[in-house]
């Protein structure tokens, strides 16, 4: 008899599936036999005949006792029964005691338990007593399970042979399934338990070992069964899904304890679910992988589970080992109850019947693995997930509400984000509004940051590559920048754009509203027109309220961007006031070129205006607080950019500096830091532009009203864009992230889509973006050190621009180019840049990154010569070879 589960002692035949005398091969199965759990095969690993004598059907026989015989010839078989249908405990002993049978017993299968399963008592036999007595598989197996010393037992059995009755007799206060706890005995006639019903005894008892404790939160189910419907999948599978996505973040929740003063922490998330079998009793079948596979796949698997669980009919490692437990009684219209914990999970949750506050989900706790605060904390975290199945299952179905609006979206904020959005929107025949603070849609982007910085760009880099021409042997004249001039083209570049922008918003039937608006609840804003200006260029104020008009909305998208931050330095604000501290937002007031500058800020933003004006023949100071300047570019990239800012004839990179004021008139501004030595220094200069990043403003929308959750200044929004209000999106730098113009376009339509039902989702680790200097900083997807943070093995593979000819012929040689893999699947994740021509490189390097294509796709490809993109592919051969090489060493 095979020990088929953990806690399987002895087992009932139910079948014999081959006869005395039958050829038996390797794998045959011979028979089926009832364990504590399910009805399962027994197979036979030998090759022979089947021969008795037979445990008949019926009969119980135990762990490790012969239920039959395996005879090498045909000759041997005999065909008899044995003599063993007696009581369980009987039944054990006669076979201990019976003379050993002259034929070899049949080699069967010995499943092992999982490896996540912890075995309430002891599973290895104890050891053989001393003095060369002897004792029976089962009683040392028993005795072991007790942790009993065979030493002190007495044997009764055939010359003094232990036996389990004599393992039985050390501890008659305590029989087999009590746990050490004493049995009463109780009036009445009482019948033999089922194998499942002892099993489910010995569990019990064995639980109260654990220090358990209780906490309940209500969660409301109606979402959740929505979007498993939508998606054709069950909710109790949903259910599983969610709690190992919250496992996620209190991984503690699947770890176990383990004796003695021992806790397993386990990553692989396999949940149990009680499923009531044919017949009566429950069987927890185990959903495997919950933390990894797919909603689909779990379903899949689920529904096999159900249908042979009810039958009985699973194998061991199908119902041992799960790491957290759900126990469903909703249907019942139970109120409220508790689980009971066993040993080898931290938790069960028990769910019970849908209330006004929704359903009652309780949690069973081991308090040696977690405390309270862990399960409350878990509990918050399944409750948000439950609730906002969108946010991990995708949307369910459209996401405007049935209703008499005046719109079926509202978009607060007309940026590239808000245009996207509004318009993916309208193009699907949505009633769309979109309000923008000013006369022209473009937001910060057109008027106060990509498109006219990329214009003062054009012209230095005019400017840089004259610079350039005694290389060729052209001998230039000096060239002369005309400020006006290029004002002048600038401000048209941007009111073109902006009158092109609005004639599209419109020829698309979007509604467009200038004003600021107002949540005046969760499907009401009030546009605020009381601040209206006609001057796109300068950024509007808002209205005092007293002017404008209510609508009402289904959805609503908020994409209203950020503004400059300035730190709380001395001095800046009355800077701000005067005109000598500039920002991103005011920069483009200035009447003229000005000689000297100090921009304070290291990021994109403060490097391009830095290099910007010192090729205009500005002298520029840039102080940064930081070790070291674009925190956010990859690392190598960043120190070689700064090192060719140093030879930029009239600019200055001072980091790790502490600006201590700022005081003075425009002209004759006077900045004052601290090294990062601590020495003290002054510098006098015509300006100051702080470039100290961006960060929302929301107070005046009226969020709370709306019941949108923020995290300090930032709305907090889903990779769907979905804020705490399910039909209130929130897209761009308003959610923090990357502040990037592009990001906000992308996440305008991934709030469109998912507005309209459709599933999208905003990945950043595929995102991107360029740092216009000279040479072009620029990236799309992760470092390494980023993908190693994310759990990915990566490597990387890297090239200078001076190797290439394009490059030596424009004597454009500074720079390099990275490429990032993941190591097991080839897969290109990143590619990092610096180089002149960036901009246009990357174009190729997002989709790398975006489609996923691999080492041996990129190498494969035919890229035209010469041109800088043949370094793509020499990066991706070389970094597949070195790979291959790799991988013949470990061999």
Request: aromatic share 4%.
């Amino acid at each position: 008899m095979p020990q088929l589960s953990d806690t399987m002692t002895e087992g009932v035949v139910v079948s014999w599936e081959k006869q005395p005398g039958d050829k038996i091969e390797r794998g045959t199965v011979v028979a089926q036999v009832e364990t504590d759990k399910a009805i399962m095969d027994v197979e036979v690993f030998k090759e022979g005949y089947l021969s008795g004598p037979i445990a008949p059907v019926d009969s119980v026989v135990p762990v490790g006792e012969p239920m039959a015989y395996l005879v090498a010839e045909p000759g041997q078989v005999v065909k008899e029964e044995a003599q063993v249908s007696l009581p369980a405990k009987e039944a054990a002993e006669a076979a201990e005691a019976a003379p050993a049978p002259t034929p070899e017993p049949a080699a069967v299968s010995r499943p092992q338990p999982s490896a996540a399963a912890v075995p309430a008592t002891g599973g290895k036999p104890a050891p053989r007593p001393s003095g060369g007595r002897a004792a029976t598989p089962y009683a040392r197996k028993l005795a072991g399970s007790r942790g009993i010393d065979l030493d002190t037992v007495v044997g009764t059995g055939p010359g003094g042979v232990i036996v389990a009755a004599d393992v039985e007799r050390v501890q008659p206060q305590a029989a087999a399934g009590s746990g050490g706890f004493p049995q009463v005995d109780v009036p009445g006639e009482g019948r033999p338990m089922t194998k499942l019903e002892a099993a489910v005894s010995k569990a019990m008892t064995e639980s109260l070992s654990m220090p358990v404790f209780h906490v309940t939160a209500h969660i409301r189910l109606g979402a959740l069964i929505k979007a498993a419907k939508a998606q054709g999948v069950s909710v109790t599978v949903a259910i599983a899904k969610a709690c190992a996505l919250a496992m996620a973040r209190y991984p503690r929740m699947n770890w176990c304890y383990k004796p003695v003063d021992q806790l397993v922490e386990r990553a692989n998330v396999d949940i149990g679910m009680a499923v009531a079998a044919d017949g009566g009793g429950l069987v927890v079948p185990v959903l495997r992988g919950c933390e990894t596979r797919s909603l689909e796949e779990l379903n899949e698997d689920w529904k096999d589970l159900v249908e042979r669980a009810r039958k009985r009919r699973l194998k061991p490692d199908e119902y041992q080992g799960s790491t957290f437990q759900i126990s469903n009684m909703g249907m019942f219209g139970v109120s409220q109850f508790d689980a009971i914990a066993t040993p080898g999970i931290a938790a069960i949750l028990a769910i019970a019947a849908n209330t006004e506050q929704g359903s009652p989900f309780t949690i069973t706790a081991d308090h040696r693995v977690v405390n309270g605060a862990d399960v409350a904390m878990y509990l918050g975290e399944l409750k948000g997930l439950i609730e906002q199945p969108e946010s991990w299952m995708g949307p369910s179905g459209p996401a405007v509400p049935e209703g008499d609006w005046d719109y079926d979206v509202v978009v607060v904020g007309g940026g590239p984000g808000g245009e996207d959005c509004a318009r993916d929107l309208a193009s699907h025949g949505l009633k769309v509004a979109m309000i923008n603070d000013a006369p022209f849609p473009g937001g910060e982007c057109l008027w106060r940051g990509c498109i006219p910085s990329k214009a003062w760009r054009a012209a230095a880099d005019r400017i840089r590559d004259r610079a350039e021409d005694p290389h060729l042997g052209i001998t230039p004249g000096k060239p002369r920048l005309d400020w006006e001039k290029l004002e002048e083209s600038r401000r048209k570049v941007l009111e073109t754009r902006g009158e092109m922008a609005l004639k599209t918003d419109k020829g698309v039937k979007i509604h467009y509203i200038q004003g600021y608006a107002r949540f005046l609840d969760d499907h009401h804003v009030f546009v605020d027109t009381g601040g209206n200006q006609d001057d796109p260029h300068r950024r509007a104020v808002p209205g005092e309220g007293k002017q404008g008009e209510k609508l009402s909305f289904g959805c609503a998208v908020i994409a209203t961007g950020a503004p400059p931050f300035v730190p709380p330095i001395p001095g800046a604000r009355e800077g701000l006031e005067t005109g000598a501290v500039l920002t991103s937002d005011t920069v483009w007031q200035l009447p003229a070129l000005p000689k000297k500058l100090v921009v304070i800020g290291g990021g994109a933003i403060g490097v391009e205006m830095a290099q910007i004006f010192q090729d205009f023949g500005a002298r520029v100071t840039l102080l940064e607080a930081q070790e070291r300047i674009l925190a956010e570019v990859e690392p190598e990239i960043a120190k070689q950019l700064a090192a060719i800012l140093d030879e930029d004839p009239r600019l200055t990179v001072h980091t790790s500096a502490a600006v201590q004021s700022i005081n003075g008139e425009p002209g004759a501004v006077t900045v004052k830091y601290k090294d990062a030595e601590g020495k003290a220094h002054s510098l006098k200069v015509d300006h100051i532009i702080m470039a100290t990043g961006k960060r929302p403003v929301t107070d005046g929308l009226g969020l709370d009203k709306a019941g949108v959750a923020t995290d300090g200044p930032v709305i907090k929004a889903d990779n769907r864009c979905r804020t705490s209000v399910p039909h209130i999106f929130a897209i761009g730098d308003v959610i923090g992230g990357l502040m990037l113009a592009h990001t906000a376009a992308q996440q305008g339509r991934v709030a469109a889509a998912t507005i309209l039902g459709e599933d999208m989702v905003y990945d950043e680790t595929k995102d991107c973006g360029v740092i216009f200097t000279r040479p072009e900083a620029a990236f799309v997807g992760l470092s390494v050190e980023q993908a190693k943070a994310r759990g990915i093995d990566a490597v990387e593979a890297k090239v200078p621009m001076s190797i290439d000819a394009k490059a030596m012929i424009n004597n454009e040689v500074h720079g390099m180019i990275k490429l990032v893999a993941d190591k097991a699947s080839h897969r290109i994740i990143g590619v990092h840049f610096l180089a002149d021509h960036a901009d246009t490189l990357i174009g190729e390097a997002v989709m790398m990154v975006s489609g996923g294509l691999t080492l041996e796709q990129v190498g494969n490809a035919i890229h035209p010569h010469p041109t800088q993109t043949e370094l793509f592919g020499e990066l991706a051969r070389r970094l597949a070879s070195r790979l291959r090489r790799t991988a013949r060493m470990k061999k």
